[in-house]
């Protein structure tokens, strides 16, 4: 079911899952002001959607998503290159704040600030043949939209450096190896694989799958001591919900539980 029209993306949702796809394949997904504004605004309507349990992003055609428009950006003043990074970077914090986990199915090319997109998503499930990189260094600059800090939180600050110093590109094999994605599956089944996942998730407590979500995410940015304090109160929260009663009795009554979100 679609949700809304828009230019330059698609917005869908099915069976609880959101699904976002970049949708300029033609010039493999780059981003534009455009498409700034057009994710920025699908990211509050499946934030507020009550349905939506889990979002699903993509690109459209044989790319995830191949960083800047380089043709736009090279027309732009100094000011507005500003506010267009401005844009993408609230758009990749308001993911990792997002209500639902978020999971990047990445179809293909995720370069520059499509594989900052990538990383501002929980979980990353790559086809293969994909390829990844941070190349900007290539072109003379750094990655802006989050890439030198979510990276090196990610796959530890040696491969990071390896990625953001030579711009190399690698495979998805290897960004498995690193830690990088979650999963490598088979060319074009990176939807699916999402799906499953997915599915593996909504099956679970909502409350408790958001508050969980919620408390890596603020927990990542405080020291240990006062992370584990957030993530405590997180817990107790959950023993207060119909759902933890209903789960631990589904769990004595050997059955599936029956969450309601309550």
């Known amino acids: ?15 609880g899952i959101g699904y976002l ?19 920025n605004d699908a990211i ?34 100094v000011m507005e290159i500003l506010r267009w990074n401005e844009g993408v970077l609230r758009n990749n914090a308001s993911l990792e704040k997002l209500r639902q986990p978020v999971i990047a199915a990445m179809n293909g090319l ?55 110093l030579t711009g190399k590109t690698i495979t998805a094999e290897e960004a498995l190896e690193w830690g990088l994605v979650n999963k490598v599956v088979p060319k074009g ?11 593996e998730i909504i099956a679970n407590g909502p409350i408790a799958v958001e508050l969980c979500k919620d408390a890596v995410e603020i927990g990542m940015d405080l020291p240990l001591e006062q992370a584990i304090q957030y993530s405590q109160k997180n817990c107790i929260t959950c023993f207060s919900t119909e759902d933890m009663k209903e789960g631990t009795a589904a769990f004595l009554e050997k059955r599936k539980a029956d969450f309601k979100g309550k």
Do not use: H
């Open 1 to 15: 079911m679609k949700i809304k029209e828009y230019n330059t993306i698609i917005l869908e949702k099915k069976d």
């Open 21 to 39: 796809t970049l949708n300029r394949p033609e010039v493999f997904n780059a981003i534009s002001n455009e498409v700034i504004a057009e994710v």
């Open 44 to 77: 509050n309507i499946v934030d507020k959607d009550e349905e939506i349990k889990v979002l699903i992003i993509t690109g459209a055609g044989k790319g995830f998503q191949a960083g800047a428009d380089i043709n736009e950006l090279n027309k732009m003043s």
């Open 110 to 164: 995720a370069m520059g600030g499509g594989l900052e997109l990538a990383i501002s998503c929980q979980i990353r499930i790559a086809a293969e043949g994909a390829k990844l990189a941070l190349p900007e260094v290539k072109l003379g600059i750094i990655p802006g939209t989050g890439g030198t800090q979510r990276l090196p939180r990610l796959i530890g600050k040696g491969r990071a450096y390896e990625m953001l």
């Open 189 to 199: 089944e990176a939807v699916k694989a999402a799906e499953e996942m997915a599915k």
